[in-house]
């Protein structure tokens, strides 16, 4: 992996690239969370016929998979960007089609590990926190701007956080006497506020940076957005795998997949069928993937992750 200092260990690896890529021969598979290629890696490595669209916001991150994915270089599509404007890298590439779209929903331990980049609880750094560092909307800005009631609400919804009046009523009252820079100020005040965390318990600051970054980088509608993208993407018989790592990001792959899944949805009651709507996707996953006890022993990251996967009817 280039960038040894912030290297970022793949999860789910084998189960999601099994369930993406269920035979060999050529295949057209995009990775939508490139990051620094540590599933599309595997794809390249372990079928030879294989080529990857790989989708990533972060520059660093697209030049970290250039790297690590040098092996396969004619394989491999680049595309920097939203994975919301996924049918348009398409089009660049001149795919028509994709046999499969992986999501690996979240941030990288190399944007977590280096504190410049502002998602650190433990390191100090500025409250920066977009994942493409040419957008306008610093974590900074938001936090210095946003008027109480945007904040209290993406606590709420963003961090289902509890105090989340309290909070946004905190930051209001401290940034009166000086505005927020760093991230370690800001994590002061959430301990301050909501109660120092409880050793082995989630850091009370945790589900505020969560909310922060959630709203910083537009990350639901996103995920909203790309998920339509994604089935219209693909072939019939065609895959989507998505990791997720928190309750929003899985709820919004559950209810997709359910939706799509679903055959008339008619209201109860109704004695014939008038929506005519017929199953477009198979579940494959009944329940989530999670994590195995010996890559937890390696990877703590994965203990979150749940990974849910359909194929195209
Ligand atoms: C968990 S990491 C992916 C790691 C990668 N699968 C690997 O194993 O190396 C998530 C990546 O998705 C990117 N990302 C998150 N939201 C995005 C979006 N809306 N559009 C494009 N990239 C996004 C982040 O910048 C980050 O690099």
């Known amino acids: ?19 993406l890529m269920p035979r060999d021969g050529p295949c057209r598979l995009i990775d939508a969370t490139l990051g620094y290629g540590g599933h599309s890696s595997l794809i390249l490595e372990r079928n030879k016929a294989a080529e990857v669209l790989g989708i990533d916001r972060d520059g660093d991150a697209i030049d970290g998979a250039r790297e690590n994915l040098r092996f396969a270089a004619s394989r ?14 398409m089009a ?12 690996d929903f979240g941030i990288s331990s190399p944007q977590v590990d280096n504190p410049e980049r502002g998602f650190s ?19 900074g800005r938001f936090l210095n701007t946003a ?20 909070l946004a009523r905190g930051i209001v009252e401290r940034r009166k006497k000086r505005p927020f820079t760093r991230t ?32 910083v980088n537009d990350e639901l509608r996103e995920i909203e957005t790309a998920l339509d993208e994604a089935f219209l993407a693909l072939r ?25 899944a679903s055959e ?24 989530p993937i999670v994590a195995g006890r010996e890559e937890l022993e390696k990877n703590r990251r994965a203990s979150c992750a749940k990974l849910r996967a359909a194929e195209k009817i």
């Open 147 to 166: 008027d109480q009631g945007e904040l209290e609400r993406i606590f709420r919804e963003y961090g289902e956080i509890r105090k989340a009046r309290a």
């Open 1 to 19: 992996m280039s960038e040894e200092k912030f290297s970022h260990i793949p999860v789910l690896r084998e189960e999601a690239v099994n369930l």
């Open 264 to 287: 008339c949805v008619c209201p109860p009651g109704f004695p014939i069928c008038v929506c005519g709507k017929k199953s477009e996707i198979r579940i494959l996953t009944k329940k």
């Open 92 to 103: 660049e590439s001149g795919w028509a089609y994709a046999d499969g779209v992986l999501f």
């Open 236 to 260: 019939p018989g065609g895959r989507m795998v998505a990791i997720s790592f928190h309750s929003l990001e899985d709820r919004m792959v559950k209810n997709f997949f359910r939706v799509k």
């Open 184 to 215: 370690l100020e800001l994590v002061e005040l959430c301990e301050e506020l909501l109660g120092k965390s409880i050793p082995g318990r989630m850091p009370s600051s945790t589900l505020c940076f969560q909310a922060l970054r959630i709203a």
């Open 76 to 89: 491999v599509h680049l595309a920097r960007g939203s994975f919301s404007g996924l049918r348009g890298f």
């Open 121 to 139: 609880l433990r390191l100090d750094g500025p409250l920066d926190m977009r994942m493409d560092k040419r957008s306008p909307g610093t974590a």
